[in-house]
Nanobody, 116 residues
């Protein structure tokens, strides 16, 4: 059984920073890709950032230069460092895990609210 759990969300003022964590556990040998998505109220779920097992990264244009995705020292852990946060970054942030065998898993999300 594979579980994906996000943490680190909360309320932050515009211009502030947060770091989200995603930990995947269970029958995982190695992930192929881990991604962060976000979904604002009434909007579709959009890709924010992705990192492959080899360390390649890509970002949505809206977060380039402000967000950084990285792998943790612990296996199957990724982080999303979010700086210079804007009200439009407010959303539920979801972690996605893609495995070599084609299976994929989602976390339940963590809420980020950017407001003064």
């Amino acid at each position: 059984q594979v579980q994906v759990v996000e943490s680190g969300g909360g309320l932050v003022q515009p211009g502030g920073s947060l770091r989200l964590s995603c930990v995947a556990s269970g029958s995982i040998l190695n992930f192929i890709v881990m991604k962060w998505y976000r979904q604002a109220p009434g909007k579709q779920r959009d890709l924010v950032a992705a990192i492959t097992s080899g360390g390649s990264t890509n970002y949505a244009d809206s977060v380039k230069g402000r967000f950084t995705i990285s792998k943790g020292n612990a296996k199957n852990t990724v982080y999303l460092q979010m700086n210079s946060l804007k009200p439009e970054d407010t959303a539920v942030y979801y972690c996605y895990l893609g495995l070599l065998n084609g299976a994929d898993y989602w976390g339940k999300g963590t809420l980020v609210t950017v407001s003064s």
